[in-house]
């Protein structure tokens, strides 16, 4: 017969494995600033992630900025690196950024990559290409890799690629190509710099486009003006959404329409790091105005437009990840207006976000140890 005396040392070791458990799962509770919460569960490190993207089997894609394309698995939380990503200009705000796939994925395995590339003298510029994921190679690859679009001109400098990609309703690719510092560009039509453009799968360029009448290239662009955009995203009336980071103060969410104008470097609600006034965006009415702006800056990176299930009274809703700030921001979106409602302090600089296929928010930590964090309704 078992003595006793065990049974206060068992449950004392049940206990104490219990608390490691516990421990290693990394929750915390996050609160909005008007009542809302978040339990937020780890799935891991990374080495400043950049962006994510579900596979329908329920895995993640995850870039690093270095270069690295990680495939990882939520069950144990492993992740493999997938091989044949294209070499990149690692440095500043450049290397490997966005990561999606193809609207029909499942029949033909596109994944569409978007990253810094050097050319001669050592100038940059951002680049988006095409590959098919095999899966059942060991380790995962990219095969067939081929280069859809490019930025041009390539120029000096390492900041403000914006790279951002998200395919519309009616199949088209859009990405967002920053102004590489260089402020003018975002108003010149020989330079697709500042723009936001639309192209086909496969990069050619669909004749319904706004500016058939202003030159080749642009005649790939959606819309220009644009600074450093690094958030994209359609609502459920398919219409496209991004934002942007102002120069001093003045961020702003677009809603971003075909044809139009945004006024960078000509007009912004914010100023110039130097403290050099910008006019703002009420005196020049040509240029089109943004819904929502910030004086402070968040810093946004990362959008995504809310359609799970976890989270019935957001429906429609935008959630935006803040690096300045280390906060996700909630817009609601009501048509064609937008506004903030509520601010989550996240306590760490967030670079990306996205819905999981069971309607949780997730979110990518910026920097060097960047967590893979899962944020669930606190119930």
């Not at 080495?47 to 329920?58: I, K, N, Q, V």
């Not at 959404?241 to 971003?256: F, I, S």
């Not at 004086?295 to 959630?319: E, H, I, K, N, R």
């Amino acid at each position: 017969m078992k003595s006793s005396r065990s049974i206060p040392w068992l449950f004392l070791i049940l206990a104490l494995f219990c608390s490691s458990a516990l421990g290693d799962s990394d929750e915390r509770v996050i609160q909005g600033n008007t009542g809302s919460s978040f339990i937020a569960e780890s799935y891991g490190k990374f080495d400043e992630p950049w962006a994510m993207t579900f596979l329908p089997d329920g895995r993640l894609l995850i870039t690093e900025k270095s270069g690295v394309l990680n495939l990882v698995r939520l069950q144990d939380r492993s992740k493999q690196a997938v091989r044949g990503v294209p070499e990149v200009a690692y440095g500043g705000q450049g290397g490997l950024g966005d990561v999606v796939l193809h609207p029909n994925f499942q029949e033909n395995r596109w994944v569409y990559l978007s990253y810094a590339e050097e050319g001669p003298w050592r100038i940059k510029g951002a680049a988006v290409a095409r590959a098919t994921l095999s899966l059942e190679a060991d380790p995962p690859a990219l095969e067939n890799l081929e280069v859809i679009w490019r930025q041009t001109p390539k120029v000096s400098g390492g900041g403000h690629y914006s790279h951002r990609l998200a395919f519309g309703p009616d199949g088209h690719l859009f990405i967002t190509s920053g102004d590489r510092q260089k402020l003018e560009p975002a108003q010149h039509w020989d330079q697709n710099l500042g723009k936001v453009i639309r192209i086909h799968p496969d990069g050619s360029i669909p004749e319904d486009n706004p500016f058939q009448e202003k030159g080749e290239l642009a005649k790939s662009f959606w819309s220009l003006g644009h600074r450093n955009v690094l958030g994209i995203a359609f609502d459920n009336q398919g219409q496209l959404w991004t934002h942007e980071m102002g120069p001093r103060h003045g961020d702003e969410l677009n809603l971003t329409v075909a044809g139009e104008n945004y006024g960078w470097p000509l007009v912004s609600w914010g100023d110039h790091y130097s403290g050099f006034p910008i006019p703002d965006h009420d005196t020049r009415p040509e240029f089109k105005a943004p819904e929502v702006y910030w004086v402070p800056t968040v810093a946004p990176s990362g959008l995504v437009l809310y359609d799970g299930s976890m989270f019935p009274d957001w429906q429609g809703q935008a959630f935006i990840g803040g690096l300045r700030s280390e906060s996700l921001l909630r817009i609601r979106i009501d048509g064609q207006e937008a506004e903030e409602v509520e601010r989550f302090d996240m306590g760490e600089r967030i670079r990306e976000v996205e819905v999981g296929p069971e309607g949780a928010l997730w979110v990518l930590e910026d920097g060097s140890g960047g967590r893979l964090l899962r944020l669930v309704c606190k119930c």
